[in-house]
């Protein structure tokens, strides 16, 4: 069985552990978190020995190899340090995305797993689904044509903006990255894994428009707790994390990065006290809520990607554009329309669950886990869709965009 050291033992690294007690593909042995509460609620999940138990992931990779791979489920600012560190003494690396904070970070992590031999899994969960795979075969087996054109839509949701990108872990560029980076590295790497291709050139525009502070209505609270106008507000924290209250999934994400205590009672001392409770017009957030990317390609074919934080949270939705065809997707299901016979296959892909990692993004968690886990058993690495070489060219891409949208140019991508 291969065994796991966790490091960074909050809402990622728990949905990766779990998966490998729900496999039993995989056994965590060891885990380095500073929140002594998800420490502890690591460590007695799993039956971890406490010499094995750390506070500081220094600590861990202080000791000689405890086990076969590493999940570095840090905050993003804290990727690298410990990814190289863990490459060096010679652990399997799944490495949460995104990479890291800058492209020579990213880079140092994917020269030490190089240099080292170990496999590293950066974790492009939406490669995995079955949605994924299916779309992909009807590319490969010509069903639509030459793919001409794509246009993927991320809909963030807008309560879950208001939770990461407004409040919460990401809400800002210097604490965490560009929101691109920190929310839709995902989509450009699956358009680019879609498209089979790398853009040659990349423009961009996007802003923070709506959660500023000359939006804030008018007789607003600093707090939702005390806000008159708390009722008639999409944004009111009351109703997003009272509402998760008697939802396992929900309990799980987004409440228990809220709090520990799922009562009504705990759920409102937090939101006094803590950060989710603030007024969604207040906040120290400078992330864009509304992106959009074009993506031209060396065959002279292009690709949009819009984020936006202005709609409901759901499954990513594409439409692919081909000579012979096109493919209207929703995450789930898949129309395909032939342009020979005019007509239409619809094909359920089977997918699971929602688009959140309460759910495991569609599937995309556990079947990226088990891709990893078996990897390594088999020592196989093509059993993981993406290695560093190819997840530091898509992160690529993301830098790219960010670059045209701060400068308002039309940004090349050169090969490295």
Known sequence: MVTLAIIGAGLRGMS??????????????????????????????????AENVFADWRDLLARDRLADAAVISTQDSMHTEPAVRAADLGYHLLLEKPMAQSEEEAAAIAAAADRNDVLLAVCHVMRYTPYTIKLRELIAEGRIGEVMNIQHLEQV????????????NWRSEEGSGPMLMTKACHDLDWIT??????????????????????????????????????????????????????????EFWP????????????????????????????????????????????????????????????HRKTRIF????????????????????????????????????????????????DAFVDAIGKNDPSLVLTDGAESLATHRVVWAAEQARRTGTVVSLLPH
Not at 157 to 168: E, I
């Open 157 to 168: 949701g807008w309560w879950h903006q208001a939770h990461s990108f407004v409040r919460g």
């Open 16 to 49: 990766y552990a779990r998966r490998a007690l729900e496999s039993g593909m995989a056994r965590v042995v060891a885990v380095a978190e500073p929140d002594p509460e998800r420490r502890r609620s690591m460590a007695a999940a799993h039956d971890v020995p």
């Open 255 to 314: 409440l228990s990065a809220v709090t520990a205590d799922h009562t009504k009672e705990g759920v409102l001392a937090a939101l006094r006290e803590g950060p989710y409770g603030r007024c969604a017009y207040t906040c120290d957030n400078d992330v864009v809520d509304t992106q959009v990317v074009t993506m031209e390609f060396a065959d002279g074919t292009s690709a949009t990607c819009t984020v936006t934080a202005f709609a409901a949270l759901e």
């Open 193 to 250: 894994h879609v498209k089979g291709a790398l853009p040659e050139r990349v423009s961009s525009f996007g802003n923070l428009v709506h959660f500023r502070a000359e939006n804030r209505p008018d007789g607003a609270a600093e707090r939702c707790v005390e806000c008159p106008v708390e009722s008639t507000c999409p944004y009111s924290a009351k109703r997003i994390y009272l509402d998760c209250l008697g939802d396992a999934d929900k």
């Open 322 to 369: 081909g000579t012979r065809g096109s493919i209207d997707g929703d995450g789930v299901v898949l129309r395909v329309h032939d342009f020979v016979t005019d007509e239409v296959t619809v094909i359920d892909t089977g997918a699971n669950g929602d688009p959140t990692a309460a759910t495991g993004h569609g599937g995309g968690d556990a079947a990226l886990f």
